[in-house]
Nanobody, 121 residues
Framework: QVQLVESGGGLVQAGGSLRLSCVAS????????MGWYRQAPGKQRELVAR???????NYADSVKGRFTISRDNAKSTVYLQMNTLKPEDTAVYYC???????????????WGQGTLVTVFS
């Protein structure tokens, strides 16, 4: 079973930066996709950014130019560098991965427990 553990959330003033990390552990044949979602109070969970194993990325329009997603395949880790943070970025950020597991061979979606990012003005 694959587990995701996030770290790096916290309290930051508007205009500041934070870096989130998410490490995947457990038995996986491969991890084709890793990404970050967020959920603000009273809102639905939304995609922030995701990255494939070959480095292809896509971002929500609201974070383009401010956030950068990257991954270290050797460490099964995905990062989210968040710059020029705004109060509207306040949310619980969740790591997500699509992993391929064996016995039986299949793709499964896995979620982390979430990490809170609070941006104050």
């Amino acid at each position: 079973q694959v587990q995701l553990v996030e770290s790096g959330g916290g309290l930051v003033q508007a205009g500041g930066s934070l870096r989130l990390s998410c490490v995947a552990s457990g038995s996986a044949v491969s991890i084709p996709n890793m990404g970050w979602y967020r959920q603000a109070p009273g809102k639905q969970r939304e995609l922030v950014a995701r990255v494939t194993s070959d480095g292809s990325t896509n971002y929500a329009d609201s974070v383009k130019g401010r956030f950068t997603i990257s991954r270290d395949n050797a460490k099964s880790t995905v990062y989210l560098q968040m710059n020029t943070l705004k109060p509207e970025d306040t949310a619980v950020y969740y790591c997500n991965a699509v992993v391929v597991v064996a016995s039986p061979y299949r793709s499964v979606g896995v979620w982390g427990q979430g990490t809170l990012v609070t941006v104050f003005s």
